[in-house]
């Protein structure tokens, strides 16, 4: 079946510092992936996707490359702020028919202190 | 631009009482989700409903029901509560259109504890 596994947390690092989270995928067929970032307090909010191998997704200096070869979407920022801190949850859709459903990691808790 | 309005926020329930999560969205999405977040176990679905007027199971449907009212709105019931359902829900909801690739829309939350 379709699943994610994410590195466990919590992840704490210093402000502008680097930032990895790996996630893996297993999923038949050619999944779209995901990271959400959740806020303390927040529902999930769409952080970036990618949806064929080798695309990279990016937004608000985050990064992901989707990796067939690995089946991997490893989350990076150059240099993470205070405001970064946060769960972050890998996800992935693979469509069967017409309904695609979201097949959610477990979520890693990142601290950054300033 | 509401998105996703979940309620109530919070509620606490005794065991053996029923309640009803709210649910409603106002981007014209077709699909519409339920989720349960516990620690360390990420989100779990619960129902789902791919279009107005249909709804089917999720990875964990025991002890609730879903009623799709109209395209806007999507309830989760809790018919007789447990210990086991004090969980933050999250309803969420999506384009869903074949080919085409969309995250999904949450809401806030609503944190319910049963005791």
């Known amino acids: 079946g379709n699943s994610v596994t994410q590195m466990e947390g919590p992840v704490t690092l210093s402000e502008e510092a680097f930032l990895t989270i790996n996630c893996t995928y297993t999923a038949t067929g050619y999944p779209s992936l995901f990271w959400y970032v959740q806020y303390p307090g927040e529902g999930l909010q769409l952080l970036l996707k990618a949806t064929k191998a080798d695309d990279k997704g990016s937004n608000k200096g985050f990064e992901a490359t989707y990796r067939k070869e690995t089946t991997s979407f490893h989350l990076e920022k150059g240099s993470v702020q205070v405001s970064d801190s946060a769960v972050y949850f890998c996800a992935l859709m693979n469509y069967g028919g017409s309904q695609g459903n979201l097949i959610f990691g477990k979520g890693t808790k990142l601290s950054v202190k300033p | 631009n509401a998105g996703v309005t979940q309620t109530p926020k919070f509620q606490v329930l005794k065991t053996g009482q029923s309640m009803t999560l709210q649910c409603a969205q106002d981007?014209?999405?077709?699909?519409m989700y339920w989720y349960r977040q516990d620690p360390g176990m990420g989100l779990r679905l619960i129902y789902y409903?791919?279009?107005?007027?249909?709804?089917d199971k999720g990875e964990v449907p025991n002890g609730y029901n879903v009623s799709r009212l109209n395209k806007r709105e999507f309830s989760l019931r809790l018919e007789s509560a447990a210990p086991s359902q004090t969980s933050v829900y999250f309803c969420?909801?999506?384009?869903?259109?074949?080919?085409?690739?969309?995250?999904?829309?949450f809401g806030s939350g609503t944190r319910l504890t049963v005791v």
């Open positions: 981007m014209n999405h077709n699909s």
């Open positions: 409903s791919a279009s107005e007027g249909t709804t």
């Open positions: 969420a909801s999506s384009k869903a259109v074949l080919g085409q690739v969309g995250g999904y829309t």
